[in-house]
């Protein structure tokens, strides 16, 4: 998608846009899911494959039954925090998200902001691995399926959301979940899905009942260094404004959409840093106290992954695989 031919500031920020840009968000959002391979939904009459690529699935499943990713998890310890970031959490995965959630709450000690904050300040000490349970883009059913079960494991849920998707009349979410959110339907975006967003009420829910609410922009548009100051400005400070005012309350932590080293910049990061206490990216690598907060990253999971696949996503294994690309996007965001 060329992001330089976006419309002007007040337009982009109103709903939908009409853009015919499904070819490129295509091939932006099928990289973007998988990490080696192109993860995609295969269903078969009634039979709904997970996303998670084939290859990956066999790998986790024999470094799991030989205990080498509980071994991971186990030896981490309790200076380092995992993040993980969802999409869809559809109600056909229920059961398969609650494994995910009774895992981390049996292993791990799950973080709100101010424990995260107070981690990364020296405030606050762990008694096992800290986790961080992440959802992005403002779906619908990450409100009515992942919350009520986050909450059934006493578990805290940040939902990284791009008001404008929110904010858009509901006939208008379904055009804009495909052509800014999710093109290519897989097996956490149905095709079969809604398309909605959750709604304002929805979202200042999550927030009263101890959930972190994040600016995850307000198009859900990446920032890369073709994107101007004055778009970079709506897209992280009057976008945080308006969540703000949207939810009651204020908004300390930004999440840049996607995850390519091209998708960042150093003009966003500053613009981020200025504006946010935490920023999350996406490159797979554990949190320390000795991270800094404007670049904290997480593993990608998603709903419909098997728990072995899972644990070969947060596993020391898969953080070295993205070194390379954490790399590039250290370059992108210190100019
Ligand atoms: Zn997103």
């Known amino acids: 998608m060329d992001f330089g031919s976006w419309p002007s500031r007040a337009a982009r920020l109103s709903p939908v846009?009409?853009?015919?840009?499904?070819?490129?968000?295509?091939?932006?959002?099928?990289?973007?899911?998988?990490?080696?391979?192109?993860?995609?939904?295969?269903?078969?009459?009634?039979?709904?494959?997970?996303?998670?690529?084939?290859?990956?699935?066999?790998?986790?499943?024999?470094?799991?039954?030989v205990g080498l990713l509980a071994l991971d998890v186990a030896v981490?310890?309790?200076?380092?925090v995992l993040a993980v970031n969802y999409h869809g959490t559809p109600r056909r995965w229920a059961s398969m998200l609650e494994r995910h959630f009774a895992f981390y709450s049996e292993r791990f000690q799950c973080l709100d902001e101010v424990g995260l904050l107070r981690f990364l300040t020296g405030g606050l000490s762990l008694r096992r691995t800290g986790i961080v349970v992440s959802f992005d883009d403002g779906i619908r059913d990450n409100a009515?399926?992942?919350?009520?079960?986050?909450?059934?494991?006493?578990?805290?849920?940040?939902f990284m959301v791009p008001g404008g998707y929110i904010d858009s009349p509901l006939a208008a979410q379904p055009?804009?979940?495909?052509?800014?959110?999710?093109?290519?339907?897989?097996?956490?975006?149905?095709?079969?899905?809604?398309?909605?967003?959750?709604?304002?009420?929805?979202?200042?829910?999550?927030?009263d009942r101890g959930h972190v609410v994040a600016c995850h922009t307000w198009s859900h548009r990446t920032l890369g260094v073709d994107v101007s100051a004055a778009d970079v400005d709506d897209e992280v400070l009057v976008a945080r404004d308006r969540l703000a005012a949207a939810i009651g309350r204020p908004v300390r932590t930004f999440s840049w959409v996607r995850g390519f080293p091209g998708d960042y910049s150093a003009l966003a990061h500053n613009a981020v840093c200025r504006g946010y206490?935490?920023?999350?990216?996406?490159?797979?690598?554990?949190?320390?106290?000795?991270?800094?907060?404007?670049v904290l990253h997480r593993f990608n999971v998603e709903a419909s992954f098997p728990l072995p696949v899972l644990r070969f996503q947060i596993s020391r294994l898969n953080e070295a695989a993205f070194a390379r690309r954490r790399r590039s996007v250290e370059r992108a965001i210190r100019g």
Do not use: N
Not at 39 to 58: L, Q, W, Y
Not at 76 to 80: K, V, Y
């Open 17 to 65: 846009a009409d853009r015919d840009a499904l070819p490129a968000l295509h091939r932006r959002d099928c990289s973007w899911h998988g990490e080696w391979r192109l993860a995609r939904c295969r269903a078969s009459g009634d039979r709904v494959v997970t996303s998670a690529p084939r290859a990956k699935r066999i790998l986790a499943r024999s470094l799991d039954r």
């Open 76 to 80: 981490r310890g309790p200076d380092t």
């Open 175 to 207: 055009r804009f979940y495909r052509q800014r959110i999710r093109a290519v339907p897989d097996a956490e975006h149905p095709a079969d899905g809604s398309g909605h967003a959750m709604t304002w009420p929805d979202v200042r829910s999550l927030a």
């Open 144 to 158: 009515e399926v992942a919350a009520p079960l986050l909450e059934r494991f006493r578990l805290v849920g940040w």
């Open 277 to 294: 206490d935490l920023a999350f990216m996406t490159m797979s690598s554990a949190i320390h106290r000795t991270s800094d907060p404007h």
